[in-house]
């Protein structure tokens, strides 16, 4: 495996060198392949963007960076009910320019489920702008399809709650290391379509799962769910 991979590397640098590719370069390259605001994405940030929704609710696609220097996308949705903070004061992020990744997908997920090669899904910058734009059109071919898929399926509560739901019982339980944790997205979100029922049950999954690693005390959490804050 490893002779395998060092003559793969061996044959990419002797067609297209060693060259750094700036950050920035990337982005714009990204910015002109996906035109995501031909579909009512804006720029919120570099290499994020956001499209406003029903309920408030905030869908996004952004350049995901890993330690080894390499990008790819992520996806999902920012939710104006869902806590970023719980103690010792709740905060919530309800604008578009402030929206964060509450429940959301990545290419990660095709590498434990599917057993594909992180190179189908990762943009690699260290060998000139031509290999950039190969890895990068690339994945933007090999990923677009999902993640219209779940941006087209996640528009409202209800839809964030089957898709909360979904990840909660994926039997690879690849979504277990998210946060928020799908099951406390659930939760919440229950909570602001008034299913507290719903909402009791998913917080005590989510404690009995996380247990000492949970964002806070059961009593905040359920507090804050109970008393309506989280749509404050």
Excluded at 5 to 18: D, F
Excluded at 155 to 160: E, G, I, K, S
Excluded at 195 to 202: I, Q, R, V
Aim: aromatic letters at 10%; one cysteine or more; proline letters at 6%.
């Amino acid at each position: 495996m490893n002779n395998d991979i060092g003559a793969e590397l061996r044959q990419r640098v002797a067609r297209y060198g060693w060259e750094q590719v700036p950050v920035p370069q990337l982005r714009d390259h990204f910015d002109r392949v996906a035109a995501l605001g031909r579909d009512g994405f804006e720029s919120i940030k570099p290499g994020v963007y956001a499209r406003s929704v029903d309920d408030g609710i905030v869908q996004l696609v952004k350049l995901l960076s890993f330690k080894d220097g390499t990008y790819s996308l992520q996806w999902g949705v920012s939710l104006p009910w869902m806590p970023h903070q719980f103690q010792p004061k709740p905060k919530w992020h309800r604008t578009l320019t402030s929206a964060r990744m509450d429940l959301f997908d990545s290419p990660s997920t095709l590498q434990c489920v599917a057993g594909e090669s992180p190179n189908e899904w990762h943009v690699n910058l260290s060998h000139g702008p031509q290999y950039m734009a190969l890895t990068f059109d690339a994945m933007w071919s090999r990923l677009a399809p999902r993640m219209n898929a779940f941006l087209g399926r996640v528009r409202t509560a209800d839809t964030v709650m089957a898709m909360a739901r979904a990840q909660c019982t994926d039997k690879n339980g690849v979504f277990s290391c998210h946060h928020p944790h799908p099951q406390l997205v659930l939760a919440f979100t229950a909570a602001h379509a008034s299913d507290l029922a719903t909402a009791e049950e998913a917080l005590d999954r989510y404690m009995r799962e996380l247990g000492d690693y949970a964002d806070a005390p059961r009593e905040v959490l359920a507090a804050l769910l109970r008393g309506g804050r989280a749509t404050a």
